[in-house]
């Protein structure tokens, strides 16, 4: 579905979120109205509501209290043509239905049917919206799902929350200290927002087994930390012939992940910059998330002054890591008086994922634009907080 031209406000959608280990927007769905809390994901493509209520699911959305309600039946050209990027091919029910199993990097899964019902966004309302109805999957991280009610799949997919809207642009900006932030849909020409620099997304023709075509790629051209530039060849950070080793911008996903090299080579860095600053937590077995073995004993606060730069250099554009957002408290865990700080860059290969993933710790307070239109993301160092303030959000 697209909205006519006509119908566009001149002023852009606008919707306020709140962050923890993930994104989640609050916004409404169906008529009569019910209030969903949804996880802001750019790295995957179809919205989903858990419309089952278990003790693991408590917030759900009810089907059958909303007239506009529609499932999609498999014989349509919605379940037949506009699934080909999902992950796991679609099937069709005992009751003709169409069904549909996502699966995510980190083994989560969700399955239940496609359907469509109206969605409200700043008091604008989106009949037809296609999403998936969910009754059942699995989580790798229990305690954080059951605080929203499903996911907004923000990639370029055909059935994209954002491409079935039409807009040819959306900006977010993720604030570092209340945990709040501002998703904004349409044009943003703000006096205040300072020029962004643009990196241009990376297109490939032909179909690739392990590059993602629908997602945000960027072309990571090399790692600064503070003055140093990495000594890793150009070759590191392109995709090879199998489309693996892409960067994406994936707001799904906490922090970020670099392949083998690259995370080497980072850690070997801060390690040696960092020496006589950072107490190293000498346990080798000890790693944060599975791909996070770079941690460290502080006792009091975190030196963050004291913390050299991390720089990800884009074609065009570069993203700073600096001070608070270069560690990660590990909630709970403590080594006699001391806290256990972890590196905020991950190996993508203890992960198994064949990329690298730029996530939405080291996105914060950076206005980051995603231009559809132009095929570019753009970045802007920000006040985000002050953002949300001038725009009139309401966290």
């Known amino acids: 579905m697209t909205i006519p031209s006509a119908s566009i406000p001149r002023q852009p959608n606008k919707l306020s979120f709140h962050h923890n280990v993930s994104l989640t927007v609050s916004l409404s769905i169906g008529s009569p109205p019910q209030n969903v809390t949804m996880v802001l994901d750019t790295g995957s493509e179809l919205s989903w509501l858990h419309c089952n209520k278990t003790p693991a699911t408590p917030s759900t959305f009810d089907p059958h209290h909303s007239t506009s309600y529609s499932p999609t039946p498999c014989s349509s050209s919605v379940c037949t043509t506009r699934t080909r990027d999902f992950t796991l091919p679609v099937s069709c029910d005992t009751k003709k239905l169409c069904h549909v199993t996502i699966s995510y990097a980190d083994a989560t899964s969700v399955e239940g049917n496609l359907a469509s019902d109206t969605f409200l966004i700043d008091g604008s309302g989106l009949p037809g919206m296609v999403f998936g109805c969910m009754d059942s999957g699995s989580s790798s991280n229990p305690d954080e799902d059951a605080k929203s009610t499903g996911l907004i799949g923000m990639n370029r997919g055909s059935l994209s929350f954002v491409t079935q809207m039409g807009f040819q642009k959306f900006s977010y900006c993720i604030s570092g200290r209340d945990s709040s932030g501002v ?170 994922i064949e990329a690298y993933v730029i996530g939405h710790h080291h996105q914060q307070n950076v206005w980051m634009e995603f231009d559809l239109a132009k095929l570019r993301v753009g970045l802007a160092e920000v006040r985000c907080d002050l953002a949300s303030q001038r725009l009139g959000v309401i966290p």
């Open 183 to 352: 998703l904004l849909f349409g044009e943003t020409n703000f006096p205040w927002l300072r020029p962004l620099n643009y990196t241009p997304m990376v297109q490939i023709s032909t179909p690739l087994p392990y590059f993602d075509r629908v997602a945000y790629t960027v072309q990571l051209e090399g790692i600064r930390v503070s003055g140093q530039v990495l000594a890793l060849p150009k070759s590191v950070f392109v995709p090879d012939h199998t489309g693996a080793g892409q960067t994406m911008v994936d707001s799904g996903t906490q922090f970020t992940f670099l392949l083998g090299p690259a995370y080497t080579a980072l850690k070997k860095e801060f390690m040696q910059q960092t020496k006589g600053v950072l107490r190293v937590l000498e346990e080798p077995n000890f790693v944060f998330q599975g791909a996070m073995d770079l941690c460290y004993r502080v006792g009091g606060s975190m030196p963050a002054a004291g913390l050299p730069t991390v720089t990800l250099m884009f074609r065009g554009a570069e993203m700073s890591v600096s001070a608070e957002r270069l560690m990660y408290r590990v909630p709970g865990m403590v080594r006699g008086s001391d806290s256990v700080y972890c590196f905020t860059f991950g190996n993508s290969d203890l992960l198994g």
